[in-house]
């Protein structure tokens, strides 16, 4: 989960709880005015641990009295076994089918009845089950998920029909999509089919077909232990008050040794460096590149920071070197960078374009070449560090104006092994960064990390 993505998605909370009392700031915003504006911490956040090994963070804000329960475990798809893809997506659906003191389809129910939304996640490295209540509310959504965590059912008998509904899920999102197809296949492309990095999330197809109850329970065992779990609530609730909440609901919760991640490191060089593929159902080109780089947990970790500002001023849209050399030449319609630096092991640095009708795709390639060789070789200009800087932490006031952001922010970092000081002060780390840290980390990257080019194409499927 991206900084960038989370604060998004906080976007999508319901309006209603947003609005449902007048705002007011939370003492712990009253810092000082001597304290420099860049050091304080986002969001103030606090953590302690429970006997059983649970990790509980709490960033209270009083500005509405709604809070939003976040239940984090460290096991995404990249800890699905060897040809068992689609493990942990899938015990993400049988989490709701419920739990010794709750009916299943009744958490979702009972959340609803008090006006508020509950759903689950899963990435590659984490999953993660939620619940956005009004305040009073949060004892109720902490009791069911503590059961749900203690004891899910996985009742034998609904195993296929949700076997039934994840294999629609991958039809709708992937099979039955052109460029989802290429994407996952490119992903292969790059780092295998096999390795945790080139599988998709929801799996193979095959392969989840292959998928048993006791896969199920066995992952469950192996990776939903309390050391293995961050409870992260945000919201109008207070430190005293969610530490009683939290001994009393979680604190039971057995505690159970947890299996460290063993996540294989990428291969030494990409699985297929060229990867064409051609669709009827598409109109237009689209061009992916992806390197293998390093994140915060993996490789160089101290050019992530920079990586993070190089993407953004590669292909953050107007301003951004792609967007002049591809949109406003009229080479392309979209073109773009993406990069994540917040991952479990090896991250990947992406380059996208779709190329304007008429426009051949060896042009728009040695486009991009033309570009990327030239940041390679000159570096990038100090105005553009400092745009890139200025622009990616205004994000920051974003995910302060509501309580969505800081879970998703402080739950997926944690979740991979980050320290909370990683998400309080990222503003600070981004601008930071030097204009030769980016250049170094341009050139590691861009310069000489294997990396996988693809090309979708109109014409027929191939």
Same mark, same amino acid.
């Given at each position: ?19 449902s009392?007048?705002?007011? /700031? ?6 000082p005015?001597?304290?420099p504006? %860049?050091?304080r ?11 059983n ?5 709490? @960033? ?6 709604v ?16 040809g ?24 979702s ?11 689950a ?5 984490v999953?993660?089950?939620h ?8 004892p ?5 998920e ?7 059912l996985? /009742?034998?008998?609904?195993?296929e ?27 292969a492309?790059l ?7 080139? %599988? ?19 992952f469950?065992?192996?990776r939903?232990?309390p ?16 530490r009683r909440?939290?001994?009393e609901?979680?604190?039971p919760? /057995?505690a ?14 990409a ?6 593929r %051609? ?12 390197y ?10 101290d ?5 993070e ?11 951004s ?5 591809l ?5 392309a ?16 640095f992406?380059?996208?374009?779709t ?33 890139? @800087? ?16 800081a ?7 944690? @979740?991979?092994?980050? /320290?909370?000081?990683t998400?309080e002060?990222?503003p600070?780390?981004l ?15 861009l ?16």
């Open positions: 989960m991206t900084r960038r993505t989370a604060i998004a998605a906080a976007g999508l909370l319901p309006t209603a709880l947003a609005t009392a007048p705002a007011q /700031p939370a003492a712990s915003s009253l810092l005015s001597s304290a504006p %860049r050091d911490p986002l969001f103030g956040a606090t953590s302690w641990s429970l006997p090994g649970l990790r509980v963070v709490l @960033a209270e804000s009083r500005r509405v009295p809070v939003s329960h976040f239940l984090f475990y460290a096991a995404g798809a990249g800890e699905d076994p060897a068992r893809s689609g493990l942990a997506h899938f015990l993400e659906h049988m989490m709701f089918k419920g739990s010794p003191h709750v009916a299943p389809g009744a958490f129910l009972a959340v609803a009845r008090e006006g508020g939304q509950d759903n996640f899963t990435s590659r490295d999953t993660a089950y619940q956005t209540v009004e305040a009073s509310r949060l109720l959504v902490m009791r069911m503590a059961d749900r965590f203690a004891g899910p996985l /009742p034998a008998g609904t195993v029909p949700e076997r039934a509904v994840v294999l629609e899920e991958r039809r709708q999102r992937t099979d039955s999509n052109p460029r989802a197809r290429f994407y996952e296949a490119f992903e492309a780092f295998g089919p096999q390795h945790w990095r080139g %599988r998709p999330i929801i799996g193979w197809e095959e392969e989840i077909r292959a998928l048993t109850r006791d896969d199920l329970h066995s469950y065992e192996r939903y232990a050391a293995n779990a961050t409870l992260v609530v945000t919201g109008d609730v207070r430190e005293a008050e969610l909440l939290a001994e609901f979680y604190a919760v /057995p159970r040794a947890a299996v460290a991640r063993d996540r294989a490191p990428p291969p030494a060089q699985v297929e460096p060229r990867l064409i %051609r669709d009827p159902a598409v109109r237009e080109a689209t061009f992916l590149r992806a293998m780089a390093p994140s915060l947990t993996w490789g160089d970790a050019q992530a920071w920079a990586l500002l190089l993407a953004h001023l590669l292909g953050s849209g107007p301003g070197r792609l967007y002049k050399a949109v406003e030449t009229g080479l319609t979209s073109a773009g960078a993406s990069y994540d630096s917040e991952a479990m092991g090896v991250a990947a992406t380059i996208s374009a190329t304007r009708p008429g426009i051949a795709p060896e042009a728009l390639e040695a486009a991009v070449d033309a570009v990327l060789a030239k940041l390679v070789q000159e570096g990038p200009a100090e105005a553009e560090r400092a745009r890139s @800087a200025r622009q990616l932490t205004a994000g920051a006031l974003l995910a302060l104006d509501g309580i969505g952001a879970p998703r922010m402080l739950g997926g970092a944690l @979740a991979i092994g980050l /320290p909370l000081e998400v002060y990222w600070a780390r601008r930071a960064v030097t204009l030769d840290q980016v250049t170094v980390a341009s050139r590691a990257v310069g000489g990390a294997p990396s996988t080019t693809g090309w979708l194409l109109p014409g027929t499927a191939s």
